[in-house]
């Protein structure tokens, strides 16, 4: 059991720090930081200030730290320990039974973004398909807020946050629901402008090098049959189904699949289908025009 025989703010960074370096934790200090500030009700400015200023710590919040440490180290997701995540302007609720959200889908999500505005319709819709967190759906419903945002998931425990998380943000315009991908919406056929889906990827013989994804992400968000492709070939399909002539579709996907999925996407009669990088220069989206 961790603990901090220590009164100052600072000695518990330090030894929170070399806990988490110990076992391996990428970012060490912005998550001790994080731990520190959820216990003490500060962000992490107010953590580093408390540092310069000398602030001390009571034993039972140098405790609660410690525990939260604790729990860090056996690479248990910082977020799920937060209770939350960001993504984009938003926080949202996250935990065991749900994909947490990643800032690389932060600049996917904005693929499908930029095409809603783009839209000349006075009510765009956009459809995420197997939305997890309500992540991607709540980021378009509250950036593009003349747009009409739908989402669906058929998790059971992924839907139970996507409920909490379309209803911390109330956005009027966004609507989810409990259905499966392939026969999702299919009033809307025909008339959807942008279809977005992070769909699981990995490959079924595949081990994500991360603990916090291997041990703590729900399988189904992971893993997409042998080659990792078959929920994009089902997307494909989807999305023709939605998708008004012309719309966009937009994929996340790992950074070796853009070509097969530019294929899969082009025999079944796409067009334009291009791929994209990331930040870290990585290809990480794919879109596609209906035809």
């Not at 609660?64 to 604790?70: D, K, N, Q, S, T």
């Not at 977020?79 to 996917?108: D, K, S």
């Not at 009409?148 to 943000?169: C, G, L, M, P």
């Amino acid at each position: 059991m961790t603990s901090f025989r220590t009164t100052s703010v600072g000695e518990v960074r330090d030894l929170a720090i070399a806990a988490l370096e110990n076992a391996g934790v990428p970012g060490p200090g912005v998550d001790a930081e994080l731990l520190i500030g959820h216990v003490l009700g500060m962000g992490r400015g107010q953590v580093q200030a408390a540092i310069v200023m000398g602030r001390e710590v009571s034993g039972e919040h140098a405790d609660e730290i410690a525990a939260l440490v604790e729990r860090r180290a056996t690479r248990e997701p910082l977020q799920h320990i937060l209770g939350v995540a960001p993504f984009r302007a938003l926080e949202l609720f996250v935990g065991p039974g749900v994909f947490v959200p990643r800032p690389e889908t932060e600049q996917v999500a904005q693929f499908a973004i930029d095409a809603l505005g783009a839209d000349s319709a006075p009510e765009p819709i956009g459809i995420d398909l197997g939305t997890g967190s309500g992540a991607i759906a709540l980021a378009m419903a509250t950036e593009v807020p003349h747009a009409r945002i739908y989402a669906a998931e058929n998790s059971v425990d992924a839907f139970i946050w996507a409920k909490q998380n379309f209803r911390k943000v109330g956005a009027s315009n966004a609507t989810l629901v409990f259905d499966d991908l392939a026969g999702a919406f299919s009033e809307l056929d025909g008339q959807v402008s942008v279809v977005i889906s992070n769909p699981p990827y990995v490959p079924a013989a595949a081990i994500p090098r991360d603990p916090e994804v291997r041990f703590f992400d729900p399988a189904a968000a992971l893993y997409g049959g042998e080659d990792g492709l078959d929920v994009v070939r089902q997307l494909s399909v989807t999305a023709a189904r939605l998708l008004r002539p012309g719309g966009t579709l937009v994929i996340e996907h790992g950074e070796l699949q853009g070509e097969a999925i530019r294929d899969i996407l082009t025999r079944d009669g796409w067009r334009a289908a291009a791929t994209f990088r990331d930040l870290t220069q990585r290809d990480r989206t794919t879109t596609a025009l209906r035809a």
